[in-house]
């Protein structure tokens, strides 16, 4: 079984304007089955947000056409999970608050994200999920 993760998007903008590295890892691994992303449609429509932006996407190594294709192909692979209960952790980046719900609603096991600090200071606490960046999740496999 496929360990299931949610992908936070700073985790998907650091895989697409680098060519090699753990980020890249991370959904290549995702891509190939080793990991079961999860994703919403506040998480999905993140990702369409933030990987169309012109900063984002004249530091891609790839054109604006492959960068979709990788995102329609990640969402292929993903679980899509209907979020019914806004737990509303309450972290101190607001706009974080879907990953988690995501993790929570999906039964994750982890958060893959490269701003681990966003979740830690949350009121409510949710012990089985870990919060860890791709360089922790890929030295842990």
Known sequence: MSLRIVVDTNVLVAALISD???NREVLRRCLNGKYKPLISNSLFLEYEDVASREDILSLCPVSKAEVQDLIDALCAVSEWVS????WRPNLSDEA???VLE?????NAQMIVTNN????EASELTFPGVKVL???KLLGDD
């Open 102 to 106: 995501l993790a929570i609603g999906g």
């Open 96 to 98: 974080d608050n879907h």
């Open 133 to 135: 960046t791709p360089e």
């Open 83 to 86: 979020i019914y209960y806004l």
């Open 20 to 22: 090699a590295g753990h």
């Open 116 to 119: 681990t600090r966003d979740f």
